[in-house]
């Protein structure tokens, strides 16, 4: 999947007008000095523990964090749209999840069956109370060169969609895990599901 820019900074202070050109590498305004171009580099990509989302929802930005992360969290919406939002949050991976997550994705991409599901619970939410949990998806999938596992369903409680990537591997000991999620009200999810999947399948790993 192709890198898209995100919009430059406010703080960058370059206009994209008639008066804008590139040249040498570097941006020329007519009426300022040149300015080195700045493009985006893997650090500054949105990353916790070390995995980061190559692009975001065009115009998406940081918003407040509406779950209890201990901080550690980081939240992206619409301008002015709290229906729905991209979550990020890294956290330690409890010793009863360790082996059977490890034992998961070191399988064939796959769909979960019930053992494995029932392996995870607690760690997927409210899986086996389809009264509050329509599971639809449950499933392994290699993105950005690692298998990850993919959860989706509905909460009827709240009236969200939800679409989880939980990653966790050798190369951080199965001792922590980070997942990232869409979370949205039915019209929400029919107006940004597509391009809030494509950034939450952007995934690099920083490690």
């Not at 392994?140 to 509905?154: A, P, S």
Request: charged content about 25%; some cysteine; proline content about 5%.
């Amino acid at each position: 999947m192709d890198y898209q820019e995100p919009p430059v900074s406010n703080s960058v202070h370059i206009r994209y007008s008639s008066d804008f050109r590139q040249a040498s590498g570097r941006y020329l305004l007519a009426a300022n000095k040149p300015e080195a171009a700045k493009k985006k580099s893997a650090k500054d990509f949105p990353n916790v523990g070390g995995v980061a989302l190559k692009q975001l929802p065009n115009g998406w930005l940081p918003a407040e964090c509406k779950f209890n992360h201990n901080g550690t969290a980081k939240t992206f919406a619409p301008p002015n749209d709290d229906t729905c939002a991209i979550i990020m949050v890294y956290e330690s991976l409890r010793k009863r999840y360790r082996e059977p997550l490890e034992r998961l994705l070191k399988l064939p991409v796959h769909t979960l069956n019930e053992k494995e599901l029932g392996e995870l619970e607690g760690l997927i939410s409210y899986y086996k109370d389809d009264k509050q949990f329509r599971l639809t998806k449950a499933q392994t999938q290699d993105l950005g060169g690692k298998r990850v596992l993919l959860i989706e369903g509905f909460d009827t409680v709240i009236n969200r969609e939800f679409y989880f990537v939980y990653s966790s591997d050798a190369d951080v000991a199965f001792e922590t895990y980070t997942k990232i999620w869409f979370v949205a009200t039915p019209e929400a999810s029919a107006k940004y599901k597509k391009e809030a999947l494509t950034s939450i399948h952007s995934l690099k790993f920083m490690y």
